[in-house]
């Protein structure tokens, strides 16, 4: 079992930055793909960004490429996500999650997932 918990969320003017971290723990992390999600209000739960716990592939999804960076520091257990050039509807809240099978992408099938931490972008 996965357990994640998120930080680093908070209010921001668009145009500004935020990281977001994501603390893991279980010993089969090095299994599992970690990713961001986000569900802004009304909204469906959707995919940001993942990484492999062991290798070098990221994953992003369309509206956040060359804004958002997912990393990873393993000797922490910690997966970051850098947000840059922040839009109003980046507003959501961010969880992050684990998914040892099946594409990333796809927000089914994730699990260990955190309370969330709420970013909000004023314009």
């Known amino acids: 079992q996965v357990q994640l918990v998120e930080s680093g969320g908070g209010l921001v003017q668009a145009g500004g930055s935020l990281r977001l971290s994501c603390v893991t723990s279980?010993?089969?992390?090095?299994?599992?793909?970690i990713a961001w999600l986000r569900q802004a209000p009304g909204k469906e739960r959707e995919f940001v960004a993942a990484?492999?716990?062991?290798?070098?592939?990221?994953y992003y999804a369309d509206s956040v490429k060359g804004r958002f960076t997912i990393s990873r520091d393993n000797a922490k257990n910690t997966i970051y996500l850098q947000m840059n050039s922040l839009k109003p509807e980046d507003t959501a809240v961010y969880y992050c999650a684990a998914k040892m099978y099946g594409l990333v992408n796809i927000v089914s099938g994730y699990n260990g997932w955190g309370q969330g931490t709420q970013v909000t972008v004023s314009s």
């Open positions: 990484i492999p716990w062991s290798g070098r592939n990221t």
């Open positions: 279980g010993r089969t992390v090095s299994n599992y793909n």
